[in-house]
């Protein structure tokens, strides 16, 4: 994004009304503390429950970290403008927020396909799935699923870099994203706007394939468990990571594929809102109460810091 004689943005936020702003801020401020707060949860109990050293949870616990930096890129700047009234944003910290918040967003893609193909493994093939979901397959897939978000940001984001901003520096959201950016450049965007679109079908199609196919073959070796209890089972087993899957892919595909939804400005600020705040606090609750194991770990881990405690 360079800029000819703009250095700063103005992010217009929501709203000027001055009592909804107090509302959105309180709303914002409770969201991200519960978000913060079930992530680290999640994170921390992966690390001192020895019942939680599986493959399912070490995703589980790489996505609650993708979580709170993708929430925070976004939300504490955001609470900061309501709250003393600064909507000014340099443009290196416009540029570092669209970095941060693409990169966490795209990989957090890849990650729910890795976490679809270990439920995958666990289900179809349960006898050899210690072998297949090694620690270091896990970590490679991990690494991997980085590498690929950084791989589909590069393209749009280098492009990006050589806008240029000439009359217009208000930015119509409450924070820096690809759309908004594109709206008031005074460059040829036409390249770039069709470069976000593929990069956005590209990582859609192709994480989403791999869900769908996981599933697919979930559910058929489901179908063919002969107890009842055992389909529930299997069914308790995938219900959290498929919620989740829905929630996360039906937002995004809302804002980049419905363009409709693109110039309905308001619309689509709305439902970014929901992406950086309610779905990084519903998913970690989601996970929780819908796990046995990882509620049977926090209860024991309360237990443990009682005794603690006491004595």
């Excluded at 179809?124 to 978000?149: D, E, F, Q, T």
């Excluded at 009359?167 to 390249?191: E, Y």
């Excluded at 804002?255 to 519903?282: D, G």
């Amino acid at each position: 994004m360079r800029n000819g004689t703009i250095t700063t943005f103005i992010l217009l936020g929501l709203t000027d009304d001055p009592e909804l702003q107090v509302l959105i801020f309180i709303f914002l401020f409770l969201t991200y503390t519960l978000s913060i707060t079930g992530n680290l949860a999640i994170i921390i109990l992966t690390f001192v429950d020895p019942h939680l050293k599986t493959p399912m949870y070490f995703f589980l616990k790489n996505f609650s970290f993708l979580e709170i930096s993708f929430t925070s890129a976004i939300i504490p700047r955001y609470l900061y403008s309501i709250a003393t009234g600064d909507n000014v944003i340099t443009y290196n910290a416009c540029v570092i927020q669209v970095f941060f918040t693409d990169l966490c967003g795209v990989s957090e893609f890849f990650l729910l396909a890795a976490m679809s193909y270990d439920r995958y493994v666990a289900i179809c093939k349960p006898l050899h799935y210690v072998i297949i979901m090694s620690n270091s397959v896990c970590r490679i897939l991990n690494i991997c699923c980085w590498v690929a978000g950084l791989c589909i940001i590069i393209p749009p984001l280098s492009l990006g870099l050589n806008l240029k901003f000439c009359d217009s520096n208000i930015i119509d959201h409450f924070g820096c994203d690809a759309f908004p950016l594109v709206k008031i450049s005074c460059s040829d965007t036409r390249f770039m706007e069709w470069t976000v679109i593929i990069c956005a079908i590209v990582t859609l199609n192709m994480t989403l394939t791999c869900v769908v196919l996981s599933y697919a073959y979930i559910i058929k070796t489901i179908f063919r468990f002969p107890s009842v209890q055992q389909r529930k089972k299997a069914f308790s087993t995938c219900s959290s990571h498929m919620i989740v899957v829905s929630i996360t892919y039906g937002t995004c595909i809302f804002i980049y594929m419905n363009p409709t939804a693109k110039e309905k400005v308001t619309i689509n600020k709305v439902v970014s809102l929901l992406i950086s705040s309610i779905s990084p606090t519903l998913n970690p609750f989601i996970y929780t109460l819908r796990n046995n194991q990882v509620k049977k770990a926090f209860e024991d881990s309360i237990k443990r810091i009682a005794l603690l405690s006491t004595k």
